[in-house]
């Protein structure tokens, strides 16, 4: 039987990590073209919230570099604000249970 422990160290390697991060920043960095996109043409659009959890989920410099590059969502205060402030909170969380 698997241990726990070994199965969490397997997974949560450096490079998974890193993976990870990297996949959600470019999926968050596209949903803002996308948003951008469909708000141009009138079309569906993904929501705030959406985009907010995708940001929570680890994606908040695509989030925050699509709101520049596309110039999307700059003049909502929640977001020229929340998404830099979640990206600092979790880069905080990050050292904090890197330094324990």
């Known amino acids: 039987m698997i241990?726990?422990?070994?199965?969490?160290q397997a997974i949560f390697t450096t490079r998974n990590?890193?993976?990870?991060?990297?996949?959600?920043n470019i999926l968050t960095f596209l949903?803002?073209?996308?948003?951008?996109?469909?708000?141009k043409v009138g079309d569906w659009r993904?929501?705030?919230?959406?985009?907010?959890?995708l940001v929570l989920l680890g994606g908040g410099i695509g989030g925050i570099l699509g709101m520049y590059v596309f110039?999307?969502?700059t003049k909502k205060w929640y977001f020229k604000f929340g998404f830099p402030i979640i990206?600092?909170?979790e880069i905080i969380l990050a050292v904090y249970l890197m330094l324990t």
Request: net charge negative; hydrophobic share 60%; glycine share 0%.
């Open 46 to 53: 993904i929501s705030e919230k959406a985009l907010f959890i």
């Open 31 to 39: 949903a803002m073209w996308w948003d951008k996109h469909e708000a």
């Open 17 to 24: 990590i890193i993976i990870y991060l990297v996949v959600i």
């Open 71 to 73: 110039r999307h969502k």
């Open 3 to 8: 241990d726990f422990n070994e199965l969490m």
């Open 87 to 89: 990206l600092i909170i």
